[in-house]
């Protein structure tokens, strides 16, 4: 079936722009995760989401990131006034949460570049 | 709060060569552990796991051992393939079961030459 999509694979925008990554997660998943991997680094947690709501948003690093899911579906991870540190790859993740089957399916990912 | 370290790379192996790639970590209470793999052009994927102290993780010839008493989660494989090249990171989550927000390490590259 489908894995975990990301949209677009790749963004470039200038310092100070508002932007949107999209992620499509595994259908019937109910738990989603943001991840933000720099250069060299381990992906670091952002924000969790179980159903339509945010359960654990204390990886987001400052209130220019929003992330919201609606339907409990898609979801999309919105950063405000965009800054060079903020260029990063951002991964997103689905689960489907049940008992003995919390494995996290990755997507591959969305670049981002901040000029 | 948690934190996982591990070895840096790259690493570079001959083929049919054994891998030891070195993990260790810092959690409270009794942490899930897990190896993920990045394959060149493709997401990151649970190569592996262990949920609690003694239990052995496998998959697809790797295997990791979680040891409470060294806070260790090494991965081995006795004969590397070079389709084994990729990048392994080394993670934990705090609880085995329901959410889990999972700490990564920095990733260690391997490189398999024929």
């Known amino acids: 079936g489908a894995g975990v999509s990301q949209t677009p694979s790749n963004k470039v925008t200038e310092k100070g722009k508002y932007v949107e990554l999209r992620c499509d997660p595994i259908?019937?998943?109910?738990?989603l995760y943001w991840y933000r991997q720099s250069l060299g680094q381990g992906p670091e947690f952002l924000i969790y989401?179980?159903?339509?709501?945010?359960?654990?948003d204390s990886g987001l690093p400052n209130d220019r990131f929003f992330a919201v899911r609606p339907e409990g579906s898609v979801s999309t991870l919105k950063i405000q006034r965009t800054e060079r540190g903020d260029s990063a790859v951002y991964l997103c993740?689905?689960?489907?949460?049940?008992?003995?089957?919390?494995?996290?399916?990755f997507g591959p990912g969305t670049r981002l570049t901040v000029l | 709060g948690n934190s996982v370290t591990q070895m840096e790379g790259p690493v570079t192996l001959s083929e049919e060569a054994f891998l030891t790639i070195n993990c260790t970590y810092t959690?409270?209470?009794?942490?899930?552990l897990f190896w993920y793999v990045q394959y060149p052009g493709e997401g990151l994927q649970l190569l592996l796991k262990?949920?609690?102290?003694?239990d052995k993780g496998s998959n697809k010839g790797f295997e990791a051992t979680y040891r409470k008493e060294t806070t260790s989660f090494h991965l081995e494989k006795g004969s590397v393939q070079v389709s084994d090249s990729a990048v392994y990171f080394c993670?934990?989550?705090?609880?085995?079961?329901?959410?889990?927000?999972?700490?990564f390490g920095t990733g260690t590259k391997l490189q398999v030459i024929p």
């Open positions: 993670a934990l989550s705090p609880n085995s079961g329901g959410y889990q927000k999972v700490t």
């Open positions: 989401f179980q159903g339509t709501g945010a359960a654990d």
């Open positions: 959690a409270t209470g009794y942490p899930s």
């Open positions: 259908s019937g998943h109910t738990a």
């Open positions: 262990a949920t609690k102290a003694d």
């Open positions: 993740a689905s689960s489907p949460e049940v008992a003995g089957r919390n494995e996290q399916f």
